[in-house]
């Protein structure tokens, strides 16, 4: 498994999860890294990306409730959402952000959120 992403579930508006997601690969730690989402019917989004030396990124929509960090022994990435809305409801993925060393997208997990 190359990419192996957890930490999904059902939870009601304004609640908070925390994903994780284990990364294969020894360019891990020098790579800038993203979560990505989906939601039914839409296009795959870039929410959150972390870089080499923990610089951070945020897609408008989540920023302030999202925070991304990263774990290179372990070579897992995390994302924290809290005052989750039901908008924010999609499969999560991450992967790496530059295209070239991008890894199979993996199943994701899912995050559904209640109103």
């Known amino acids: 498994v190359q990419l192996q992403a957890s930490g999904g579930g059902l939870v009601q508006a304004g609640g908070s999860l925390r994903l994780s997601c284990v990364a294969s690969?020894?360019?891990?730690?020098?790579?800038?890294m993203g979560w990505f989402r989906q939601a039914p019917g839409k296009q795959r989004e870039l929410v959150a990306t972390i870089t080499s030396s923990n610089s951070t990124g945020y897609a408008d929509s989540v920023k302030g409730r999202f925070s991304i960090s990263r774990d290179n022994k372990k070579n897992t990435v995390y994302l924290q959402m809290n005052s989750l809305k039901p908008e924010d409801t999609a499969v999560y993925y991450c992967n790496y952000v530059i295209v070239a060393r991008r890894k199979p997208w993996g199943q994701g997990t899912l995050v559904t959120v209640s109103s």
């Open positions: 690969g020894s360019i891990f730690s020098i790579a800038q």
